[in-house]
């Protein structure tokens, strides 16, 4: 027994905890029975030209990072295939997604992408949307928002 009991699966990330949380309910669609995103990174290839860290996109895909020239297309292939988007067809898992307007960071067309496809596939899917709040998530008002609807998805779809 591996002391892990799949009734209670569920899973919560945000930023690359986010984009780790996407790839396990895409990979593992039938372990979790809920996930919550805040900040999602879900298609690097997309993010690298509007993210204030586009170091990271080419370290996390193991691209080269030459900022001299435009990433070619085989670079944007490889930022593509190692991203949660290409396995976000399998989701099958009700997802919120917490996401700030002003986030430099992970723009938040990420998790509105995600929740378009989840959404057109029949997916249980909510965004949560912070008008005011950015990367972190750290307004008083927001944190408590979070805290509160994190625990509400998690009750509701817990099995």
Same mark, same amino acid.
Not at 40 to 68: K, L, Q, R
Not at 81 to 97: E, M
Not at 112 to 136: F, K, T
């Given at each position: 027994?591996?002391?892990?009991?799949?009734?209670?699966?569920?899973? =919560?990330? @945000? +930023?690359?905890?986010?984009?780790?949380?996407? !790839?396990?309910?895409?990979?593992? %669609?039938?372990?979790?029975?809920? /996930?919550?995103?805040?900040?999602?990174?879900?298609?690097?290839?997309? =993010?690298? @030209? +509007?993210?204030?860290?586009?170091?990271?996109? !080419?370290?996390?895909?193991?691209? %080269?990072?030459?900022?001299?020239? /435009?990433?070619?297309?085989?670079?944007?292939?490889?930022?593509?295939?190692?991203?949660?988007?290409?396995?976000?067809?399998?989701?099958?898992?009700?997802?919120?997604?917490?996401?700030?307007?002003?986030?430099?960071?992970?723009?938040?067309?990420?998790?509105?992408?995600?929740?378009?496809?989840?959404?057109?596939?029949?997916?249980?899917?909510?965004?949560?949307?912070?008008?005011?709040?950015?990367?972190?998530?750290?307004?008083?008002?927001?944190?408590?928002?979070?805290?509160?609807?994190?625990?509400?998805?998690?009750?509701?779809?817990?099995?």
């Amino acid at each position: 027994s591996s002391g892990i009991n799949a009734e209670y699966g569920g899973v =919560m990330g @945000g +930023s690359h905890g986010g984009f780790l949380a996407a !790839h396990l309910v895409g990979q593992f %669609p039938d372990f979790y029975f809920a /996930a919550v995103m805040r900040n999602p990174v879900i298609d690097i290839s997309t =993010m690298i @030209g +509007s993210t204030d860290i586009p170091d990271w996109c !080419h370290v996390e895909a193991g691209t %080269p990072c030459d900022f001299t020239t /435009a990433p070619s297309p085989e670079a944007l292939c490889k930022l593509h295939s190692k991203s949660p988007i290409v396995h976000a067809h399998k989701i099958t898992s009700p997802v919120l997604l917490l996401l700030g307007a002003k986030d430099l960071r992970v723009p938040p067309s990420q998790g509105l992408s995600l929740h378009r496809l989840l959404r057109a596939r029949g997916v249980e899917s909510e965004v949560r949307w912070y008008p005011e709040d950015c990367h972190p998530l750290k307004s008083v008002a927001t944190a408590a928002d979070v805290i509160i609807h994190t625990h509400l998805w998690f009750s509701r779809y817990s099995r």
